[in-house]
């Protein structure tokens, strides 16, 4: 999949490892975690290829959170994401466009 940030932070923890804002400071471990999780979704062709990878915990979010989905990063914390197709067969492309880090439990 294509991956894109919607926000700078996001991008940051990925690319650098921390973020700028202290707003979006996190453990090491859980950056450690959520740059994996971004790398099986960016080796991943399409949404289905991430339904037999069982750690990541990929659902359609309901409620006020319709229209997005979600991986998990750990037991607290998930990505949010919002998937898009484009293009025709056979260069069909999948974007991922990424939301959120955020903790499930909020």
Do not use: W
């Not at 859980?30 to 979704?41: E, F, G, H, N």
């Not at 659902?59 to 319709?66: A, D, F, M, Q």
């Amino acid at each position: 999949m294509k991956i894109e940030f919607e926000k700078e932070y996001l991008e940051q923890l990925y690319s650098h490892g921390k973020a700028k804002s202290k707003k979006y400071r996190f453990q090491k471990h859980i950056i450690t975690k959520y740059k994996q999780t971004i790398d099986k979704l960016r080796v991943a062709n399409r949404v289905e290829d991430l339904y037999p990878i069982k750690s990541l915990n990929y659902e359609k979010l309901t409620g006020n959170k319709k229209g997005l989905e979600s991986v998990r990063v750990n037991q607290q914390y998930r990505i949010e994401f919002r998937t898009s197709v484009t293009g025709n067969e056979p260069d069909i492309i999948t974007i991922c466009s990424i939301i959120e880090l955020s903790s499930h439990y909020k």
